[in-house]
């Protein structure tokens, strides 16, 4: 984790009325279609006048053109009358139609399965990168899915039912707590919790004693955490920020971390910079800090000065092998070690005190 400090003037213009002129009166098609027949039709009078059967054309002639202007001033009364009762409509403020209700439905389905696969991937991407290479996980099948898309080994996978009804034989159970109501009881260890209502999910450690024993032995470990963490503060080679003191004392950091630190501090004087890599969703007295960056004070000959820690660190076997221990550069170009360990923190590991 490295550490570092992060109208013109526009020209003069005529205002345009906002109104918009009234566009010419445009007459009816009615009186208009009546004047072209009877224009027409005088104009064939005048050629036939003489003949009997120009009257008789005439006639019908003209008695066609009121059919058709008839029919015209009817169609066009509809048409009007539509368009006007559509309009009221609109005005009116009627609903669209029902099939947009089964618009609106599918786009909130697709908006919720968008959302709980990106609480999926969320929680996959976190137990991929935190939780320990070895631990056996129960997953339901849409977690397991994308647990293995972030790399985990399907050697690790165990696929859980719908209607399974308690814990699987595994270390690690993530799921919905909706679709499966004994999750707390059989594994009480909330080790992540990402997202939340009907698309939350838990990221849970399996205890065998249950959840009594479980409550027990964490009240144990957050006063073991706390006394070591008050003893590693009056160490004279342990350098803490207010902050840092503070979280040692509140028993927020992770017993392994408690014990590395006794351990280096008894070689080297150590500067803690900071402590990271809380669980999501978890109070920190329940899933405490489980990395810590740390630099040599004083002179500590750069990296090199370095070398011991991380070879202690390195060959370091179980419960207090370090999932990663690596050199960084700090702000200040000072060269840094980070330890961090893996989830889910194991409980009963400080016995009594730890030596300053």
């Not at 006048?49 to 009817?74: E, F, H, I, K, N």
Request: net charge positive; charged share 15%.
């Amino acid at each position: 984790m490295p550490f570092t400090g992060s109208r013109d003037q526009q020209a003069d213009k005529p205002l345009r009325s906002a109104a918009t002129p009234a566009r010419p009166g445009v007459p009816p098609w009615g009186p208009v279609l009546a004047t072209t027949v009877r224009l027409w039709g005088a104009r064939r009078l005048h050629r036939l006048r003489r003949s009997r059967r120009a009257w008789l054309v005439a006639t019908c002639v003209l008695a066609v053109g009121a059919v058709a202007v008839v029919a015209v001033v009817q169609l066009t009364g509809t048409s009007s009358g539509q368009a006007a009762r559509v309009a009221a409509s609109g005005r009116a403020g009627q609903g669209p139609s029902p099939r947009s209700g089964s618009f609106r439905s599918a786009g909130t389905a697709t908006a919720a399965g968008a959302q709980a696969a990106a609480v999926r991937s969320q929680a996959a991407a976190w137990i991929a990168g935190q939780v320990g290479g070895g631990e056996t996980i129960a997953c339901d099948p849409s977690i397991c899915t994308a647990l293995s898309a972030h790399g985990v080994a399907s050697s690790r996978l165990l696929s859980l039912p719908p209607s399974a009804s308690g814990a699987p034989d595994a270390d690690i159970i993530a799921a919905s707590p909706a679709t499966h109501a004994w999750l707390s009881a059989d594994a009480p260890a909330l080790v992540a919790s990402v997202g939340s209502g009907a698309q939350l999910i838990e990221v849970r450690a399996v205890s065998p004693g249950g959840t009594t024993a479980y409550q027990a032995a964490l009240r144990s470990d957050l006063a073991d955490r706390r006394s070591a963490g008050a003893q590693l503060m009056h160490s004279r080679r342990i350098e803490v920020t207010a902050l840092g003191a503070g979280q040692l004392a509140a028993g927020e950091v992770d017993a392994r971390l408690l014990v590395m630190l006794a351990v280096l501090a008894s070689q080297h004087s150590w500067r803690v910079v900071a402590f990271g890599d809380a669980s999501p969703g978890v109070p920190l007295t329940e899933a405490p800090y489980r990395q810590v960056i740390m630099a040599t004070a004083g002179d500590g000959g750069g990296t090199a000065g370095l070398a011991p820690a991380l070879a202690v660190l390195r060959a370091q076997q179980g419960a207090y092998q370090p999932a990663q221990v690596t050199t960084v550069r700090l702000a200040g170009g000072q060269p840094g070690l980070l330890i961090d360990f893996a989830a889910p923190s194991p409980l009963g590991l400080l016995a009594g005190s730890i030596p300053g």
